[in-house]
């Protein structure tokens, strides 16, 4: 592997950078551009994020799948030979949110109230199958942060202020 693709694969780019804005298709040349300047390790985020695009909310676990697909199939095309596959990470926090049909769950912090770790586990479970049955690698989940700082913005993602609900 050389030392640009060492570097490479620590950079992330978000999905829009790969994808025409208004079809949510794939911008070939702009991803080969990419992966042959950049030789990037791994893609994050939904075109949904923001909402909805395309009068759509989000793709099936078979859209993404192929999407995805055709992604890596780009990159180890493109890639100078380095045979590593490129990570593709989303957040699916409370459920693959960006997937229809997937079982959405409430926020982490309701279910730290609960104080049932069986249904902490429960939830990981159908989000991890949901999420890679979409084709996708890596679940940025679950945030294992302790919320000690009431004013950072995304207290709601982890399971509350006592170390005993992260653990």
């Known amino acids: 592997m050389s030392l ?5 694969q620590m950079t992330q780019l978000n999905i829009d950078d790969v ?4 079809t949510l298709e ?16 791994s893609l994050l985020n939904s075109p949904f994020s923001a909402g909805e695009r395309s009068g759509k909310h989000g793709w099936t676990a078979q859209e993404w799948s192929m999407l995805i697909d055709s992604i890596q199939e780009t990159y180890l095309n493109t890639n100078g030979g380095a045979g590593i596959k490129m990570l593709f990470g989303i957040d699916s926090v409370h459920g693959a949110v960006y997937v229809q049909g ?18 902490a586990e429960d939830m990981g ?3 991890a199958k949901d999420t890679r049955l979409a ?5 940025f989940a679950p945030i294992l942060g302790i919320a000690t700082q009431a004013l950072w913005p995304r207290v709601f993602e982890t399971f509350g202020e006592d170390p005993h609900l992260a653990g």
């Open 26 to 41: 794939i911008n070939a040349e702009r991803l080969e551009h990419l992966v042959r300047e950049w030789s990037p390790g």
């Open 4 to 8: 640009k693709h060492k570097i490479g």
């Open 125 to 127: 479970q159908v989000t």
């Open 135 to 139: 084709g996708m690698h890596w679940a």
């Open 102 to 119: 997937a079982t959405i769950f409430p926020q982490q912090i309701n279910v730290g109230a609960s104080f049932n770790p069986s249904l």
């Open 19 to 22: 994808l025409n804005w208004g």
